[in-house]
């Protein structure tokens, strides 16, 4: 069940921006230094001090509850509670339960049950509702009425919430609320201001700094010592598409510095930028014989389709000899030659 209650200091629910001893970053680390992010900024900065509903849309992954964590963080409740609720880890029944009621409604004597729910935990604070497409029509119809009303809609003794709504969605809303599978006027009510995240592809000037951040979070959580990333794979890094955008480079990162290999994270992105040794600079020494220069060249093309089939059967040495129609003793002799390591983990 992925719901969780801060206090005045909220942390990341889930590692992609996060911080060790469960901190937030700094503002460097989350904003980077795109336009796009800046901009974005700016706004929240506006935005946090009033008490307005804010939509915040970006793809999964891309930093959105951390996002809605700094509004909070920022606004004049930030000592209050900041409740995240994600809608697609509750069955209809328990999302309403959780979110509406108070134990079993009310007791026969009309006095509440004794689970605080969850608009009455984040009263004074913030309510996030991660997801919020993915909210049935019945329960839409509840959301709506509560944010109508302004208090819980069930039990004889209703309590007032005075919350700030924050809703977080990765699909475009508009065209749900087009073909009806999402309420117009609840899209209408939660949507009063808008903050867009961009994509990691979109923002690729901030994945050096992101690396650079997660290697020293990494470093510090897993005790280990892995060094910063060579400016090759950075920039291999920066052309990836990135469809889980922060939160798979996080994961990456992570592996990196558990695994300690940059070819690891080279074969996982489909790199092909690697750092080669042409033919024209080996034969560009005028001192030397053919002979040794065809000798060096051959070396070289070697060394690089031993590294391919290396890489392209996950560093497995029987199978990269079998793909290479060489025997494996012949292999280990070539690796050898042509001084390849096999990284830790194999």
Request: aromatic share 8%; proline share 5%; with cysteine.
């Amino acid at each position: 069940m992925t719901l969780t209650q801060d206090s005045a200091h909220p942390t990341a629910n889930e590692p992609y921006i996060g911080a060790v001893n469960h901190t937030m970053p700094d503002d460097s680390v989350v904003f980077g230094k795109s336009e796009q992010m800046l901009a974005l900024r700016a706004k929240l900065k506006l935005v946090a001090s009033s008490n307005l509903p804010v939509l915040i849309e970006g793809e999964s992954g891309t930093g959105k509850e951390v996002i809605a964590r700094l509004l909070h963080q920022w606004s004049p409740v930030a000592a209050a509670p900041f409740v995240h609720v994600s809608c697609p880890a509750f069955p209809s029944t328990l999302f309403e339960r959780e979110m509406f009621a108070f134990g079993n409604g009310y007791s026969k004597n009309g006095t509440h049950g004794e689970e605080h729910r969850r608009f009455s935990l984040a009263g004074g604070g913030t309510l996030c509702l991660d997801e919020i497409g993915e909210l049935d029509a019945s329960l839409q119809a509840k959301l709506l009425q509560f944010l109508q009303d302004g208090f819980i809609p069930t039990g004889p003794q209703a309590n007032k919430a005075v919350i700030r709504i924050v809703c977080a969605t990765d699909r475009d809303l508009e065209p749900a609320v087009i073909s009806g599978a999402f309420r117009r006027d609840l899209f209408y009510r939660i949507n009063v201001v808008k903050l867009h995240l961009p994509s990691l592809r979109e923002r690729a000037v901030d994945v050096p700094d992101l690396c650079s951040y997660f290697v020293r979070l990494y470093n510090e959580e897993f005790n280990c010592n892995a060094k910063p990333v060579s400016a090759s794979l950075l920039n291999a890094l920066q052309q990836y598409q990135w469809p889980g955008n922060i939160r798979q480079l996080a994961n990456l990162m992570k592996r990196y510095v558990v695994l300690d290999s940059e070819d690891l994270l080279r074969n996982e992105i489909g790199d092909k930028t690697r750092p080669k040794e042409s033919v024209s600079q080996i034969a560009a020494d005028a001192s030397m014989s053919l002979q040794d220069a065809s000798r060096q060249v051959k070396r070289t093309f070697e060394r690089q389709q031993i590294l391919r089939a290396l890489e392209a059967n996950h560093w497995n040495r029987k199978r990269a000899a079998r793909a290479l129609n060489i025997s494996y003793r012949a292999l280990l002799y070539k690796l050898k030659e042509c001084r390849l390591e096999i990284p830790a983990t194999e």
